[in-house]
């Protein structure tokens, strides 16, 4: 198992901070994780010891970067179990999606084909095959949620035909935090011929991934869900496919030649697709996050964060005004309301004592149709968050009513 | 002002009935009607407002939407405040809830119930929720003098 306290002393935000006069708890780890020091020491030795670009330069600071940078391609590739010349560096898992619809779905999508996506998925998973799906003349179809907000399995087997081209679905929703049957999906995915891409944003941050195990055609995360930087992220997509699709920008960097007749010859992937100076120190720090999680253990993560998870909604389906929509989740992601209580104004009776929580309105299929409410609140647990937050957590559950969410502005 | 509107268990309670009976809650399908529509970028809540200008006067504010207690309490009391006042009774309570909710001097007489918000920025982050009616019928007001 992991050591809590002492994990728990290497991240600055988890040393006293205050919010609204009370200890800070944050159970907003859905949106953004802290980061440890290692992971600002990595940045900081950019900056501070081996300032220069990668790629470029001919003496040995250069090469020290290309090392680092290079090397933290094949400390991701080694995480997933992926190949090196299959992982892509990208601002996040928005621009990794937003690359797969653009740069092979534009490419390879043709009128009359189908992609499937959920009725619970996140905008940045949808909206890029959206837009795709429209221009190309192609449907976007949505398989349908069973009554507990899980994917349904039969429906997805229904809607399977050789018109299904690409597969869009969260490996873990960011609503219910309910986990698809990723490797069920793409074995199925491949008997019509269809690739599938996933959203890893809430499961690679949480969970040991394989995406050999999986099978998965591509996969999107950012490191800033895992301890990492912000505005870096990650697409692994198997080396075929990336080899087939095209760059979202062209520029230095991603061409082997070109010349003033207009004939380009892109580089190989991953390097096709990363033009213009990479964000180098979030890359960097990618490399400290990943050593940092892989220490710690991502299996030891899962299952103290499950763990953690199941005691909190054990303790809130004994409370008769608390309403929990995922209680089954295996996951980090606890999804409720306080009965009566708009999301939003029992949200700020949390940071009223010092807990960090989500309000969100959500689909309005999925939230209508499946869950009765229009928004609901999201606590999303680390492995950094402990026992005593949650039990301080239950506490202020037990509280909230609609007078005391109006009583934090008096 | 009555000492009755210092009283935070007043104030709270004057919050509550707001949202739990919100005042002019029905929008109007009809054109003398106009209507502005705020969906915060930040938040949940996604309003419509509409107002009946005539001869400068308001002669009816409505509106209804997905909203929480802060803005629907809020925009429900402002609709009871302006409905009825010329745009220039108008624009002066207008002013006095914004020179309140900004921690400038107010005349609370002029404000009434809407005295209830006047701690709303404890809250940084409601602060938007408190204000999203009212411009709404800033907005309203502004357009119909364009």
Request: glycine share 6%; aromatic share 8%.
């Amino acid at each position: 198992m992991i050591d809590v306290q002492r994990l728990r002393s290497d991240f600055p935000m988890l040393h006293g901070k205050k919010m609204q006069g009370c200890d800070l708890i944050y159970f907003d780890n859905a949106a953004t994780t802290f980061k440890p020091q290692a992971v600002r020491a990595a940045v900081d030795y950019y900056y501070t010891d081996i300032t220069c670009n990668a790629h470029r330069g001919d003496y040995d600071l250069s090469y020290t970067v290309d090392q680092a940078y290079e090397g933290t391609r094949e400390r991701v590739a080694r995480f997933l179990h992926a190949q090196t010349n299959e992982i892509v560096f990208t601002s996040g898992t928005s621009e990794s999606l937003n690359l797969v619809a653009q740069g092979y779905g534009r490419k390879f999508l043709h009128e009359g084909d189908i992609v499937l996506s959920s009725e619970s998925e996140h905008a940045s998973c949808v909206l890029p095959w959206m837009k795709v799906c429209e221009e190309r003349k192609a449907a976007l179809s949505f398989i349908p949620l069973d009554p507990s907000g899980h994917i349904d399995m039969d429906s997805f087997r229904a809607q399977m035909s050789d018109r299904v081209k690409v597969i869009a679905l969260a490996m873990i929703t960011n609503v219910l935090g309910y986990e698809a049957p990723i490797q069920e999906i793409c074995a199925m995915a491949h008997s019509y011929g269809a690739v599938v891409v996933v959203d890893g944003a809430q499961s690679v941050p949480h969970m040991p991934i394989d995406v050999r195990k999986l099978d998965c055609d591509f996969l999107a995360f950012s490191a800033h869900k895992m301890c990492g930087p912000t505005g870096t992220g990650v697409l692994y997509g198997k080396y075929a496919l990336l080899d087939a699709m095209d760059p979202l920008h062209l520029g230095g960097g991603s061409n082997a030649r070109y010349d003033m007749c207009g004939n380009i010859r892109l580089k190989n992937p991953p390097f096709k697709f990363e033009s213009g100076t990479p964000n180098i120190e979030g890359v960097l720090g990618l490399r400290a996050a990943i050593d940092y999680l892989d220490a710690v253990g991502m299996a030891n993560i899962h299952a103290y964060e499950l763990e953690l998870h199941h005691y909190i909604v054990k303790e809130l389906l004994k409370m008769n005004h608390i309403i929990v929509y995922n209680p089954d989740a295996q996951s980090a992601i606890i999804t409720f309301n306080v009965k009566d209580v708009f999301a939003q104004d029992a949200a700020t009776f949390f940071n009223a004592n010092g807990i960090a929580v989500r309000s969100g309105q959500h689909c309005a299929k999925l939230l209508i149709d499946r869950l009765n409410t229009s928004a609901t609140i999201r606590a999303s647990l680390y492995f950094y968050n402990t026992k005593a937050e949650a039990d301080r957590f239950l506490a202020v559950c037990a509280q909230a009513n609609m007078q005391s969410c109006l009583d934090v502005y008096f | 002002m009555s000492e009755l509107l210092k009283d935070p268990m007043v104030l709270r309670s004057i919050i509550m009935d707001h949202y739990e009976y919100p005042r002019n809650h029905e929008l109007q399908d009809d054109p003398q009607y106009v209507q502005k529509h705020m969906a915060s970028e930040s938040c949940i809540d996604d309003i419509v407002v509409q107002a009946k200008l005539a001869e400068g006067k308001i002669d009816d504010i409505c509106f209804d939407g997905v909203a929480c207690t802060i803005s629907t309490a809020s925009t429900s009391i402002m609709s009871e405040l302006l409905k009825g006042k010329t745009k220039e009774e108008a624009q002066q309570i207008i002013d006095q809830y914004f020179a309140m909710i900004d921690g400038r001097e107010y005349d609370e007489n002029v404000l009434q119930e809407a005295v209830a918000f006047h701690t709303v920025g404890k809250q940084a982050n409601r602060i938007k929720c408190a204000t999203i009616g009212w411009n709404a019928i800033q907005a309203i007001l502004d357009e119909s003098e364009e």
